[in-house]
């Protein structure tokens, strides 16, 4: 089982461009979530992908969008970067869970951004 | 959402016990407590959760006080690569199958040899 993966492992940008993250889930897992991780912060949540559609939204401005495919791999884009775009991309995929129960959220080792 | 305090650092010697605790005084009644850990230049990986009853894995033990109004993850032996930030996070059930996780700053462990 190959867990999560994330593509590229690290991405340098320039002010204005836009940029896209790849991951793909852990075998089995259907939904997945983006989270941005700012220097010598916690993770904060952007968005959820289940069934090709976000279901759930941080607060994010309208520059990052999202993707998910038919096999659960999903894609985070992200217009007209701005330097504080700059961080750690990390990719957490899961299972749907039923009202009452909750999951476990595997990571992947994240996509490092610099926007210059 | 509920809101959690954990201390920013703590330290400990290698192979003794370490116990790190956690508030989370406004939780509600279906919220799982989850305990997720993060190694330098690593991605969270999950170490834990429960939701009323004390809870053991290979990794750590969870021990959630009576009121749920707070837990302490215990790790029983530290080691060198127990060396992380570990986060407290109680997760948000937003129906649908969905929840999400809210990462507060976390607790970073030193553990000294």
């Known amino acids: 089982d190959a867990g999560v993966t994330q593509s590229p492992t690290h991405l340098i940008k320039t002010r204005g461009q836009q940029v896209t993250l790849r991951c793909s889930p852990k075998s089995g897992h259907d939904t997945v979530s983006w989270y941005q991780q700012a220097l010598g912060q916690g993770p904060q949540f952007i968005f959820q992908y289940y069934e090709e559609e976000e279901r759930q939204r941080g607060n994010f401005p309208d520059r990052f969008s999202g993707h998910q495919f038919p096999n659960y791999s999903s894609e985070l884009n992200v217009n007209a970067l701005l330097l504080g775009d700059s961080a750690l991309y990390l990719c957490?995929?899961?299972?749907?869970?039923?009202?009452?129960?909750?999951?476990?959220?595997?990571f992947g080792p994240g996509t490092r951004l610099t926007v210059l | 959402d509920a809101k959690t305090t954990q201390p920013n650092s703590m330290e400990s010697n290698e192979e003794e016990p370490v116990h790190l605790p956690c508030n989370h005084s406004?939780?509600?009644?279906?919220?799982?407590i989850h305990w997720y850990r993060q190694l330098p230049s690593q991605g969270p990986e999950y170490v834990i959760h429960g939701l009323t009853s004390n809870v053991n894995n290979r990794m750590a033990s969870l021990a959630i006080a009576e009121d749920r109004k707070s837990s302490t993850l215990i790790l029983h032996r530290a080691t060198l690569r127990d060396a992380a930030v570990y986060y407290c996070i109680p997760d948000q059930y937003s129906g649908a199958g969905s929840y999400q996780l809210t990462f507060g700053k976390g607790t970073k462990l030193s553990v000294i040899p």
């Open positions: 957490a995929s899961s299972s749907r869970v039923r009202t009452g129960s909750t999951d476990t959220q595997y």
């Open positions: 406004t939780i509600s009644g279906t919220d799982y």
